[in-house]
């Protein structure tokens, strides 16, 4: 099994809310790192957040550090990335991904959820 599954993604005015939420199969969310990544319109994949779930430190990339948290429950087997303070650059495909280290590329890919950000 190896199938990511993402869901909370929508439409919000500037300085609104989401939480998307990826829930992994228990062999992958026990030991690999959980990542989100987005694609904004016309730019590469970019890394968002990650961490191991079991150790439940997260890290931040710098432009939504301070907006959006990283938290997990165990006994569902998912993470959430929890957006605050959205701004119309926060626009983009938001993509839940595996990886046996933070550092490597993902092995696993969730199917991906659109955030926009407009007035």
């Known amino acids: 099994q190896g199938t990511l599954v993402e869901s909370g993604g929508g439409s919000v005015q500037p300085g609104g809310s989401l939480q998307l939420s990826c829930v992994a199969p228990p062999n992958i969310y026990t030991t690999y790192c959980m990542r989100w990544f987005r694609q904004r319109p016309g730019k590469g994949r970019e890394p968002v957040a990650s961490m191991f779930p079991h150790i439940g430190i997260p890290a931040f990339a710098d432009p939504v550090k301070g907006r959006v948290t990283f938290s997990r429950d165990n006994s569902k087997n998912t993470v959430y990335l929890n957006m605050t303070s959205l701004k119309p650059e926060d626009t983009a495909i938001y993509y839940c991904?595996?990886?046996?280290?933070?550092?490597?590329?993902?092995?696993?890919w969730g199917q991906g959820t659109q955030v926009t950000v407009s007035s």
């Open positions: 991904a595996a990886g046996r280290r933070c550092s490597d590329n993902p092995d696993y």
